[in-house]
């Protein structure tokens, strides 16, 4: 039986295949928060002014995972000082879960944040993301203070790189 790939590349907020995946991932955690599905027009409106320009050196990165070739997820690390990065935008269609690739995907933003400098990465979530939360404590995220607030910020976690 041949092994089905998995590959993790930085990209550019703005192609084709990484605005498809933060459109999806936007109407995915937005469409649980309101327990019915985001409209185009809400997505829009969520995505437009929401700083993801600095996903790309020397403040950040964002990668777009891919199985198979096909665009299945993508991820953000955001540099926030010296020493610690964000983990922003962690995502994988509903298709690709199960497949195997959320956790080398945290390990290749894990390894983003370090070529950036930082020595720690922090995250924030909410508390109905059980299945981000299962997954970032299982690859030894902890519950650390919080470090930032907002109106989708319930519990924050940390781990040193």
Do not use: S
């Not at 320009?53 to 540099?79: I, K, N, S």
């Not at 926030?80 to 990065?85: I, Q, S, V, W």
């Not at 919080?146 to 519990?155: D, F, H, K, V």
Request: net charge negative; with cysteine.
């Amino acid at each position: 039986m041949a092994r089905m790939t998995w590959t993790f590349t930085p990209e550019r907020v703005d192609t084709p295949d990484a605005t498809a995946l933060r459109r999806d991932y936007y109407g995915d955690v937005a469409g649980r928060y309101w327990r019915r599905p985001a409209t185009e027009a809400e997505i829009d409106e969520g995505l437009n002014g929401d700083g993801v320009e600095l996903l790309a050196p020397p403040t950040g990165q964002f990668l777009v995972a891919r199985y198979e070739g096909e665009p299945a997820g993508c991820g953000g690390v955001l540099l926030l000082d010296a020493e610690r990065a964000e983990l922003t935008r962690v995502f994988l269609r509903h298709t690709y879960r199960g497949k195997g690739g959320a956790g080398p995907l945290l390990g290749h933003l894990e390894d983003a944040a370090r070529v950036l400098g930082a020595r720690r990465m922090v995250l924030n979530t909410r508390l109905d993301l059980v299945e981000a939360r299962a997954l970032y404590t299982r690859h030894g995220y902890a519950e650390i203070p919080a470090y930032c607030t907002g109106p989708y910020m319930e519990i924050w976690y940390g781990k040193e790189l």
